[in-house]
């Protein structure tokens, strides 16, 4: 079943960003809970990331019956930052909701995050979701604990969970973010060092539905270190001016 919102034939005000890789078996019944959680009208576009299983035909199955449904493929593997760029630059609403491809992250509360981004005004510019219950192995647990107390110590980014792929955020603040490989990673700093406030909610956490992670501890642990630092350094380099008339 399609979204209420499927005769909606104007600009959608949100935007639902999705990178994925080798997400076979997950796109349907992550559809199938956007179109149940969503409010008002909106897109969805996933940005295929290089799959090698049966991602991209399932895909075309969800788009073809789906008219705010949109896909973009990268010729090969760029990376979830990448993933996620692409989509934000080719959305359409003037608010991006971010979430993750494998199941874990619920869109039902995506609504609530849209609604703390409205409430806070301009002066809010991303609403991150905090994990509750964390369904990884517990050793993955320590790490991102042990990465976010670091991490807040260097940004005071006022976000405790950075890793929750559930993220909304004001398009305009998101494309002037600069742009490398483990942005999404810090995005909450890099919106704050704009000039922005943070807002966080509470969502539970779920296990992934199919597949496995395409993202490991040694794949990132050294390149994370290198960006929490440079992060850090182009904090400290920026100045937000305050005009007074």
Known sequence: MSSPFAGFTGTPRLSVVIAVKNEQGNIAPLVAEID??????????????GSTDGTAQELVEVASTRPYVRVITHAKSCGKSAGVNTGAWAARGEIVLLLDGDGQNNPVYLPD????????GARVGMVQGERQGRKDTAFKRVQSRTANRVRRALLNDDTRDTGCGL???RRPVYLALPIFDGLHRFTPAL????GYEI???PVVDRARWHGVSNYGFFNRLWVGIADLFGV??????????????
Do not use: S
């Open 36 to 49: 149940a959680a969503m409010t008002e009208p909106f897109e969805i576009l996933f940005v295929n990331d």
């Open 113 to 120: 995050m849209v609604r703390v981004l409205d409430e806070g």
């Open 167 to 169: 993220k909304v955020v």
């Open 191 to 194: 919106v704050k060092r704009e």
């Open 199 to 201: 807002r966080t909610l």
């Open 232 to 245: 850090w350094w182009l904090i400290r380099r920026r100045r937000v001016p305050q005009v007074v008339e």
